[in-house]
């Protein structure tokens, strides 16, 4: 599975972006998907997740109430919405997904697949 994060972008503090994570020839409606990203000299950290089955959703404390993560069933997408951006949110942001899950997955390990990431940069 080849999974293809888009949506990044510089914008600035307290703007809006939209990620969406697709998956080349399928839908991911049957997939745990998750969002990571890894700041400037950081490690690669949860952001957001979704489970496979009820659509369970879990969220770092950093973002949560600022960011939401959802299936767009249309386009078999997942996609990441992130409001109030500050510039602790700039990173490159991954998504990862995982076959018939059931609970949301915070961890790197949980994922069998990850896309290659786009950037985000919030500017001051």
């Known amino acids: 599975v080849q999974l293809q994060a888009s949506g990044g972008g510089l914008v600035q503090a307290g703007g809006s972006l939209r990620l969406s994570c697709a998956a080349s020839?399928?839908?991911?409606?049957?997939?745990?998907v998750g969002w990571f990203r890894q700041g400037p000299g950081k490690g690669r950290e949860f952001v957001a997740a979704?489970?496979?089955?009820?659509?369970?959703?879990k969220y770092a404390d950093s973002v949560k109430g600022r960011f939401s993560i959802s299936r767009d069933s249309a386009k078999g997408t997942v996609d990441l919405q992130m409001n109030s951006l500050n510039s602790e949110d700039t990173a490159v942001y991954y998504c990862?997904?995982?076959?018939?899950?059931?609970?949301?997955?915070?961890?790197?390990?949980?994922?069998?697949?990850w896309g290659q990431g786009t950037l985000v940069t919030v500017s001051s």
């Open positions: 020839g399928r839908t991911l409606s049957d997939y745990a």
């Open positions: 979704v489970s496979s089955i009820g659509g369970t959703t």
């Open positions: 990862a997904a995982r076959l018939t899950y059931s609970s949301p997955l915070v961890y790197t390990l949980g994922y069998t697949y």
